[in-house]
């Protein structure tokens, strides 16, 4: 009888116990549960609103600002600024960038082109007009010079930098280049035709 007494009472506790597990094991899942997402609910919102203010801020001013500088290219120098034709460094292509120019006169367009060693040292603008879409451009014999002394793909660039760089500014869909007053031979070519622009 005592055995059995014994075995009851072992049976009892051994089963007070383990309801007491089970329970507290059923009781502590709850309470990690809530808190997990009570803890990652508020990181994912500080997180992202921390950098996204931070960063959408400064990128997108930066964005907004770098569009606008590029094409205008605003000095502090208060000059107007141009868009003009430079090669690149491989001299294989010509690229728009925006200059300093002093005024709005053609001879302020090349000399653009000439710090941006698009052109060399003095070329000059003689005359220049528009009439139905075709600038004609007289330049100076320094010009005709320039372009003769070039291989052909330096000619090239120095015809296509000055083109591109007129057609644009002055809104001509062709430009006509002559020197004092006659058709630009280069040796490789007759410019008596207007050039479109390749821009």
Avoid: W
Wanted: net charge negative.
């Amino acid at each position: 009888m005592k055995r059995s007494k014994v075995i009851t009472a072992v049976i009892a506790i051994i089963a007070v116990v383990a309801a007491a597990c089970v329970y507290g094991y059923v009781r502590s899942k709850p309470a990690d549960e809530p808190e997990k997402p009570a803890v990652t609910e508020p990181e994912n919102p500080t997180t992202p609103e921390t950098p996204d203010d931070s960063n959408s801020g400064k990128p997108s001013d930066s964005k907004t600002d770098k569009p606008a500088v590029q094409p205008e290219n605003p000095n502090p120098s208060g000059t107007e600024s141009v868009t003009i034709y430079v090669p690149d460094e491989q001299g294989e292509t010509l690229t728009p960038t925006g200059a300093d120019a002093k005024d709005d006169s053609d001879q302020s367009l090349v000399d653009a082109l000439i710090a941006a060693g698009s052109l060399p040292e003095g070329v000059k603008v003689q005359s220049s007009s528009l009439e139905n879409g075709t600038l004609t451009l007289d330049m100076n014999a320094a010009f005709g010079e320039a372009i003769r002394a070039s291989g052909t793909a330096g000619e090239t660039l120095k015809i296509y930098a000055l083109v591109n760089t007129f057609a644009q500014a002055r809104g001509a869909t062709a430009v006509l280049i002559t020197v004092d007053g006659k058709v630009l031979e280069s040796g490789h070519e007759i410019y008596d035709y207007a050039i479109e622009p390749n821009n």
